[in-house]
Structures are given as C-alpha cells and as structure tokens.
C-alpha cells in the first residue's frame, strides 16, 4: 500500500510513487510533486527533521487505514464502539442447566 502525504506548502495530499522516487529524483515525503519542483526551483531543500516526522506520520496513517478495513463489517455503522458480546463460551454452555438436564 502507497503512503499518503500531506503537502506542508499547498496542504494538498498525495501519493509519490511506492519507492519514494520519481523519474527524475527522490519524491519528498513533505512537499507534492509540484511544490517540490517548485522549490527545487528555488534551490531550496525539505528540512530533514519535517522530512522524517512526515514519513512516520504517513506510516501511522497507513497502519490506521489498515486497522479500520481489517475490523469487522458488523462492528461499522454503529455509535457503540465497545467491542461486541462474545460467543457463548464453552462454559456457559456447560453450566448447570446442562447438568439438570442430564440428572433429570
Ligand atoms: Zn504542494
């Protein structure tokens, strides 16, 4: 799954290529590829420090993502988010109506 940035210069959100590269040069984990360019214009650089905390907050949304489409479909649409009831377990199953009905 491709990491979504979001642009600090335009605010835009965008999606470099997998391996972080363009055509012709590494894509920048901070600024789209038109700001990027633009910048590159300037002679300016991303900041490194903005470059690392933009990856990794692009890696926790990518988790995030990844989280919410794996749980499951019946737990969505609804405003209670505890998690639901589980199955009855084999214990309860196996509790004292299970034994009247075999004395009886
Ligand atoms: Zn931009």
Request: hydrophobic fraction near 35%; aromatic fraction near 4%.
């Amino acid at each position: 799954m491709r990491l979504v940035f979001e642009c600090v210069e335009c605010g835009g959100h965008y999606l470099p290529p997998e391996n972080m590269s363009y055509p012709d040069g590494p894509a920048s984990p901070v600024w789209c590829s038109a700001c990027q360019g633009a910048k590159r214009a300037e002679g300016l650089r991303e900041d490194p420090l903005l470059a690392r905390v933009a990856l990794a907050a692009a890696r926790a949304a990518l988790a995030r993502r990844a989280a919410d489409q794996s749980e499951p479909v019946a737990a969505q649409g609804r405003g209670d988010v505890r998690p639901s009831r589980p199955p009855l377990s084999r214990r309860a199953r196996s509790g004292p109506g299970g034994v009247r009905g075999k004395l009886g």
